[in-house]
């Protein structure tokens, strides 16, 4: 198992969402106002309207009725055209984990409520909650 230490010199700003790959791993990962946005407008539980982007193929759905963003004229930056290795959002009401078509979904819980993170081991593919 190998453990790595985060530090100011191995952290990058980036957007949210955002798309990246570590050591060939794709990762898709937001803060979570996407799922929470469609919580308010469906019956759906946090980790289901995520997986919900997924299947939908699309970040923010409800953008820009019920969530702002920034428009653009020529692409949608918000499609999700490759399914990504995992997919992870903040905000969530509680840590799951489940699989979609190759894609395993993480629901991180708000730091601020539950004084716990989610610890992600990739040789395994899963995660796990730590106070």
Same mark, same amino acid.
């Given at each position: 198992?190998?453990? =790595? %230490? +985060?530090?100011?010199?191995? +952290?990058? #700003? ?9 050591? &060939?791993?794709?990762? %898709?990962? &937001?803060?979570?106002?996407?799922? !929470? ?12 309207? /995520?997986?919900?982007? #997924? !299947? ?13 963003? +920034?428009? =653009? /004229? !020529? !692409? ?13 959002? &903040? ?8 699989? #979609?078509?190759?894609?395993?979904? +993480?629901? *991180?819980?708000?730091?601020? /409520?539950?004084?716990?993170? =989610?610890? %992600? ?6 995660? /796990?909650? *730590?106070?």
């Amino acid at each position: 198992f190998r453990s =790595v %230490l +985060i530090n100011s010199s191995n +952290i990058e #700003l980036c957007t949210n969402p955002v798309s990246f790959k570590y050591e &060939g791993i794709s990762f %898709l990962c &937001g803060a979570g106002e996407s799922p !929470k946005s469609i919580q308010t407008t469906s019956s759906l539980s946090f980790h289901e309207a /995520q997986r919900s982007l #997924l !299947k939908w193929h699309h970040y923010a759905p409800t953008a820009p009725d019920y969530l702002p963003c +920034i428009p =653009v /004229q !020529k !692409k949608d930056y918000l499609v999700i055209s490759e399914t990504p290795n995992f997919f992870v959002c &903040g905000l969530g009401d509680e840590h799951e984990e489940s699989e #979609l078509n190759g894609c395993i979904v +993480i629901s *991180v819980p708000s730091f601020n /409520q539950s004084l716990s993170a =989610v610890v %992600l081991d990739l040789e395994t593919c899963h995660s /796990q909650l *730590v106070k």
